[in-house]
């Protein structure tokens, strides 16, 4: 939460779209940016926003980095941030 809350505290940046497979904390998110559309599987939200995603936030455990930032950058999104911590 706290990566997300630096980055859009930009003046540029625009929340669109976020994605938790936790809906307690999707709900949380969803409350602090209302007019973001929430996901649960990344994938759909990837697919379903490529047309308003200029970049992507990864924060998820060690072992579930690759795959979603893979996928980010495979669709040409101009960053990928990575976030790593323990669980």
């Given at each position: 939460?706290?990566?997300?809350?630096?980055?859009?505290?930009?003046?540029?940046?625009?929340?669109?779209?976020?994605?938790?497979?936790?809906?307690?904390?999707?709900?949380a998110a969803g409350k602090a940016?209302?007019?973001?559309?929430?996901?649960?599987?990344?994938?759909?939200?990837?697919?379903?926003?490529?047309?308003?995603?200029?970049?992507?936030?990864?924060?998820?455990?060690?072992?579930?980095?690759?795959?979603?930032?893979?996928?980010?950058?495979?669709?040409?999104?101009?960053?990928?941030f990575l976030s790593f911590y323990?669980?």
């Amino acid at each position: 939460a706290a990566d997300l809350q630096s980055i859009a505290s930009h003046e540029n940046v625009e929340v669109v779209a976020l994605c938790d497979v936790d809906i307690k904390a999707l709900d949380a998110a969803g409350k602090a940016y209302p007019e973001a559309v929430k996901y649960v599987e990344y994938r759909e939200m990837l697919n379903g926003m490529a047309d308003k995603i200029e970049a992507v936030i990864v924060s998820t455990p060690d072992h579930n980095h690759e795959t979603a930032s893979m996928m980010a950058m495979d669709m040409v999104f101009g960053i990928v941030f990575l976030s790593f911590y323990q669980t």
